[in-house]
């Protein structure tokens, strides 16, 4: 009964109070053509009457209904609507009351029957809705290949060096083919291999809710991208064929065959390199961190390692030396009434090395500690991924069930020199994991949806790693000269959540109440044993061996409250959970108890301040408890330089999140800006306390109250600017990081300030030449209230390139990069990398030939400063250097 629905004071204050401050008012009506049929996507025009300048605009749905809203504080005088469509006469009338419907009944215009043949080349942006529409054509030029290269371009949208796209600032949550999810979140498949031509259109869909059942409902604040790809490519096999050779004995080598149909999508393909670019990166899962935190289950992290080594600030094609193999196969077929079957399987092989060299310096009151290293190590990943998907989607029911199996094998090997002495390492990681999510929804003759949802996973990832030989006899083996020190370390993971929803959506606000549990089961097994020279192994002590076994059990409620509103969105989430874990550690003595009663508040509010632009504000507070990986109380060598052990006590933090922004766009001129502001405050009841020397770092967790402060606020601004045929894009970040650390028994209190400032221009200077242009300033800072701060660091990075095309058959393009870095105390570093192409086409063989050299300079070594807290690195990377190759591209 509706009488006993649970209120929502706070919700309905919130909505009060924003009445009070004045809606803007709302236009709406109906548009039909002199036959009573709706006219669909007319454009409906506020104007001045005396200056006959649009106010506001909107556009009509499929059944010829409009909302145009009032802009607050605009006079309602002199107003008048007009309505334009293509083939009918443009209508309009005046405002008398702006209470009323303001219906249209358009005639055919007389020229109508006329063939008219329009020619514009002045880029436009539809919108309708919550949908805004980019026509790849109005911004893509000869040498851009694939969609990923046509969506650098796009005013509004960011392409990170990962491939994260963001719209206005905001991370999409998925990137849909033809309104298909064939990828998930791992949208590099698409953007590195769909061909740019096939592409009509690239919509960023705000508010997304993909799951029908959902919708209007349940408010949603993702923003997502779809391509629509043209008739003609939806009705073919498409795919353009690549094989490369080249000097000094380089390979490229891309087949793939992809299909757009409507009933059938794929994208398959198999890619081969050792040019430097890492197929591994068209494999990023970009809302795995989010995904975790939703199921509450993080995957264990590995535990060994071979060394911290920092990526060079270059891209990671002039640094990488490999040989890739990637066979890549996702395929959705539609059967009847709305039921998907989907596969995504991937075999990923790799063979890289890295050459480089480390000097890292460690400021401490009174004292300075320094390490010196070199290591050529070699990774070898292979990497099997299998998912299965069955989803149907429907207005009253939704069903989704993913069967994923992963299986990775990776070997690495290292020789090192640190201080003087060689080592020897050889790392072998073995992980192998299952999972399976069934979801359920259904919406009820009440209208009240009720869901069902299970997530059961298992994973384990045995580690091996040898280091060797005589590594630091005096710590870990009695002075005594050895063959090798071995670290084996497991931590086999059971976890399921499953939980009972019901959804009680009403006029205004839709109530939704969960119940469920959670279980974790976990063994952490390790142990650090000696191989002596007489081929005997021996335990290097008994303080170095772990067998923890670990439960976690939560019982969890929640209530839901969205406001799925036109104008005001809300949500209040109220998780309260009651949660209980037991660890245990017979070597140790140690078995605990804890049991803690959580409670998770979540709020969001979105504010639309007209049709494109709004407000948003969150704020969320989590308590959350330690791993497994928080307790352990045996050393556990992580990597060469580093001992850990843990105290018995479990950690416990405290997370508190707020942020607030607005989004602003004009979509007839083509603006976009974002600006975004948030804080947060992580408390913790253990610090890591670090013993430094130079040779080792020993790590404790210590039971001592720690707290970590960051504020963060970064804004962009996107134009295109029709006259010159240009996007240009500013964005700006600042961000404060107060943090405390424990080194060599005292307490550190650290300020770390990090600005950075982007500028990029992208513009077509005539129908041959486009030029392209960004520069990236950052300047990073670290100060203590204690005489051990270790400076700044400022670095410019610039990339520029230019294409000309004089012919339909000719095509060039010069690129370069230049990275400057300074440091007081340290020279300074310049470094520029300058790459050519030339590409010729047959036509008559459908087939381009190209002609490219990669670093013709020939840098063969780069250098990079860091700065964390008080620690300054100084690196030196070895470079592959020049390659040239030639290439032969045709399509299917």
């Keep these: 009964m509706r009488s006993g629905y649970v209120k929502v004071p706070g919700l309905v204050v919130i909505a009060l109070l924003l009445s009070m401050a004045g809606f803007a008012q709302t236009l709406k009506g109906m548009v039909k053509d002199s036959t009573g049929k709706a006219v669909p996507y007319a454009s409906v025009n ?6 006959r300048r649009i106010i506001a605009y909107a556009v009509t749905d499929a ?97 990170g060096s990962d491939g994260t796209i963001s719209y206005n600032g905001k991370p999409i949550s998925n990137l849909y083919i033809n309104g298909d999810n064939l990828l998930d979140d791992k949208y590099n498949i698409a953007t590195s291999t769909i061909p740019q031509n096939v592409v009509e259109q ?34 073919q096999m498409l795919g353009r064929e690549t094989v490369g050779g080249g000097l000094p004995a380089n390979y490229d080598v891309d087949l793939n065959a992809m299909m757009f149909k409507d009933d059938y999508k794929a994208i398959n393909y198999l890619k081969g390199n050792n040019t430097g670019y890492d197929l591994q990166q068209e494999l990023v899962a970009h809302n795995a961190s989010n995904y975790e935190q939703q199921i509450d289950n993080v995957m264990p992290a590995a535990l060994l390692s071979l060394g911290t080594v920092n990526n060079p600030d270059l891209m990671r094609s002039r640094y990488l030396f490999n040989q890739s193999g990637l066979l890549n196969l996702n395929n959705l077929v539609k059967l009847h009434n709305n039921v998907q079957v989907r596969l995504n399987a991937w075999y990923f092989h790799d063979d890289q090395r890295q050459d480089y060299g480390q000097q890292s310096t460690i400021f401490l009151p009174g004292d300075t500690v320094r390490y010196g290293e070199t290591q050529h190590n070699r990774y070898r990943p292979n990497i099997l991924h299998t998912q299965f998907t069955l989803n149907i989607n429907r207005d009253k029911y939704y069903l989704n069930d993913a069967l994923s199996l992963d299986d990775s094998r990776s070997n690495y090997d290292s020789y090192l ?27 009820l003759k009440s209208n009240n949806i009720i869901q069902a949802y299970s997530y059961i996973s298992h994973s384990a990832e045995p580690e091996n790693r040898i280091i060797g030989p005589n590594y630091e006899p005096a710590i870990f083996n009695n002075n005594t000269p050895y063959a090798q020190l071995i670290q084996n370390v497991n931590v086999p993971t059971w976890y399921t959540t499953d939980y009972l929803s019901l ?117 969320n507070y989590r308590n959350e408890t330690g791993t497994i990986e928080d307790i352990y109380q045996g050393y556990i060598l992580k990597d060469y330089l580093t001992l850990n052990a843990n105290s018995a006590d479990l950690t416990e933090i405290k997370d508190q999140n707020a942020s607030a922004g607005f989004s602003f766009r004009k979509s007839l001129i ?15 009841n253990k610090i890591a306390s670090e013993i430094i020397t130079n040779n080792l770092q020993q790590q404790v967790m210590l039971p001592y109250p720690n707290a970590t402060g960051s504020w963060t606020v970064s804004s962009t601004v996107s134009k295109y600017l029709f006259a010159l045929k240009t996007t240009i894009s500013v964005g700006l970040l600042w961000q404060s990081t107060r943090s405390v650390q424990f080194q060599n028994d005292q307490l550190l209190p650290f300020n770390t300030i990090t600005e950075t400032g982007s500028f990029g221009v992208d513009t077509k200077a005539g129908d041959q030449v486009t030029i392209d242009y960004k520069a990236t300033l950052i300047q990073t800072a670290s100060h203590s209230a204690v005489d051990a701060s270790a400076g700044r660091i400022d670095q410019l990075q610039q990339q520029a390139s230019l294409e000309y095309n004089p012919l ?85």
């Design 63 to 159: 059944g010829g209904v409009y909302h145009l809203q009032i802009p607050l504080d605009t006079p309602l005088n002199g107003l008048i609507i007009e309505v334009t469509s293509i083939g009918y006469k443009t209508q309009s009338r005046l405002i008398a009351d702006p209470h009323l419907p303001y219906d249209f009944t358009l005639s055919i215009s007389a020229n109508q029957l006329q063939t008219i043949e329009i020619k514009s080349r002045r880029p436009v942006l539809r919108t309708h809705g919550d949908t805004l529409g980019y026509r790849v054509s109005d911004f893509a030029n000869a040498q851009d290949m694939t969609i990923g290269d046509v969506l650098k371009k796009l005013p509004g949208i960011t392409v």
């Design 670 to 684: 083509m603006l976009f800006a974002g600006l975004n502001i948030s804080y947060e405050r992580i408390e913790a």
């Design 417 to 443: 020199n640190t201080n003087g002495a060689t080592v020897e390492q050889v790392l072998h990681d073995n992980s192998l994991s299952f999972s399976n999510e069934f979801n359920l929804m259904k919406s």
């Design 46 to 51: 506020l104007r001045d009457s005396v200056t």
């Design 202 to 235: 690239v919509q960023v869909l705000q508010n997304d809710q993909p799951v029908k059942v959902l919708r209007n409902k349940v408010m949603s604040d993702d923003v997502a991208l779809n391509l629509t790809i043209k008739k003609g490519a939806k009705m």
């Design 503 to 619: 959804r009680i959506p009403s006029g205004l606000i839709t109530q939704s109440f969960k119940t469920g549990f959670s279980i974790q089961s976990q063994a952490l097994t390790s142990d650090l044993d000696v191989g002596q020279a007489n081929t005997k192994i021996t335990q290097e002590s008994d303080s170095s061996v772990n067998h923890v076994n670990w439960t976690r059990t939560k019982i969890y409620a929640e209530a839901d409250y969205d406001l799925p509103g036109k104008i005001l969105q809300a949500n209040l989430t109220l998780p309260v959970s009651l949660q209980e874990i037991n660890y245990s550690d017979s070597l140790f003595a140690l078995e605990k108890h804890t049991t803690r009663l959580n409670f998770n508040p979540l709020f969001k509010v979105k504010y639309q301040v007209n049709v494109e632009n709004y407000l948003y504000l969150s704020y």
């Design 808 to 892: 339909t058959n000719w095509q060039f393009k010069l690129s370069g990069e230049h990275y400057f870095t300074q440091q007081e105390g340290n020279p300074n570093l310049t470094y520029f990398f300058a790459d050519a192409s030339a590409k010729f086409r047959v036509s008559k063989w459908k087939a381009n030939f190209e002609l490219s050299a990669v670093n013709f300079l020939d840098v063969k070594t780069y250098r990079a400063f860091y700065l964390s807290a008080n620690t300054f690195t100084a690196s030196s990377y070895a470079l592959p250097g020049r390659v040239v190759l030639m290439r032969v591209m045709f399509n299917l």
